[in-house]
């Protein structure tokens, strides 16, 4: 009978183990499905044309330029190839500043035989409208019909994914936000922790111990909108007033409330690694006339390495993977980033700022799941990173 129960749980706990398995493998296929999705969409909104007039040279415009074109910042055909002539932007909603009401019909049944009309006669124009009002008997051209490519994305330097004709889904902006984020709390968590579980591990009474750690474990239970609500209030007017700055929605003051956040987390785990040591290695080196710190760090850092790196990899995977505290203090602007000191976005923020007002399906929806892939990937290269140190250290 006992036997039987043995084997009971040991079927149990396969069943689990795989059924968990193939749960975050459908997870990760799922996301990698979704994200691919965002290269079969087409550069310019789906649903829209844009056309420019029949004898225009120019056949090719990049996501990036209809933007710029959009914006006025291109303003001569000469800029993109063509002839030296200024560019005419129009617009559906501009229609009626060309046509009047008779012209465009009771019922506006006219309006792709204006809209053939306007491009053919104005030689400079570019003209943004939506696909259905596109005549039969087109006699213009139109260009930019090609899908958003991987270049578009992995590097793209801005992050505009609602702007008309041509979102911009640029991933260099969001992913610089995250790393420096990232990079600045491990800097400043790893030292700290590291040092203060090697005190509370191995210098610290048992009073101060038994003070100290569950006040710790206590750090690691509050809630992520709190340490955001403790950055914006305590955080980020400190960095605004010490370093003389407009904002002080900052990367620097994401980085110092990530890196608190990730501190009980690297304490907890590297502590307890610490304490796993064997009692009789510690006092061989110390009988072998080996002082405290010497033995603390040729013996019991090097045999508990495996539980610290452990700890680096929670550590970091706080850090990448926070949203909410990040959104409140680093000023949530998709810019690129120079020094800690620049208001910057993380992706994890931007997932969670922009996923419930995308579009199932839309370019955006699938735009915020590429954002997760890579989010997925940045953190599984950094666990692999730090465990190939780790058993390089250990050989």
Not at 249 to 264: C, D, H, Y
């Amino acid at each position: 009978m006992k036997r039987f129960i043995e084997y009971l749980v040991e079927g149990a706990l396969k069943i689990s183990g795989s059924i968990t398995s193939i749960t975050i493998l459908l997870i990760i296929i799922f996301l990698f499905k979704e994200g691919s999705g965002l290269f079969k969409n087409p550069v310019v909104e789906e649903g829209y044309v844009l056309t420019v007039n029949r004898d225009n040279p120019v056949e090719h415009i990049t996501s990036f330029q209809i933007k710029e074109i959009y914006d006025e910042n291109i303003t001569n055909w000469k800029e993109l190839g063509g002839i030296d002539s200024p560019i005419l932007v129009f617009r559906f909603g501009d229609l009626e500043n060309y046509f009047s009401p008779e012209e465009l019909g009771q019922e506006y049944e006219n309006i792709p035989q204006c809209l053939n009309t306007l491009i053919n006669r104005e030689k400079n124009i570019i003209a943004f409208f939506p696909e259905l009002y596109l005549p039969k008997d087109f006699s213009g051209k139109q260009i930019a019909k090609e899908k958003i490519s991987p270049v578009d994305f992995f590097g793209g330097k801005e992050w505009y994914p609602t702007a008309q004709p041509a979102a911009q889904f640029g991933l260099i902006p969001l992913l610089l936000g995250t790393l420096w984020v990232s990079i600045g709390a491990i800097l400043l968590a790893l030292p700290f922790g590291i040092s203060v579980a090697i005190y509370m591990a191995e210098l610290a009474s048992k009073q101060m111990r038994s003070i100290l750690k569950p006040l710790i474990e206590l750090l690691a239970g509050i809630p992520s909108v709190v340490f955001g609500f403790f950055g914006l209030v305590v955080i980020v007017p400190l960095v605004q007033k010490t370093f003389n700055l407009p904002v002080g929605e900052t990367a620097l003051s994401g980085s110092i409330v990530l890196a608190i956040m990730a501190l009980p987390t690297i304490i907890t785990v590297a502590e307890d690694a610490l304490k796993n040591t064997p009692r009789a290695m510690k006092e061989a080196s110390l009988a072998l006339g080996a002082t405290q710190w010497q033995t603390i760090y040729k013996v019991v850092i090097p045999y508990s390495i495996s539980g610290i790196t452990s700890a680096i990899v929670l550590g970091v995977g706080r850090a990448v993977g926070e949203t909410m505290a990040v959104l409140m203090v680093t000023g949530n602007a998709a810019i690129i980033p120079h020094t800690l000191l620049e208001p910057v976005r993380t992706i994890p923020a931007t997932i969670a700022a922009e996923l419930g007002e995308a579009p199932s399906g839309g370019a955006h929806y699938q735009a915020l799941f590429a954002l997760g892939a890579i989010l997925f990937l940045i953190t599984l290269i950094l666990s692999i990173s730090v465990e190939y140190i780790s058993n390089k250290k250990n050989k």
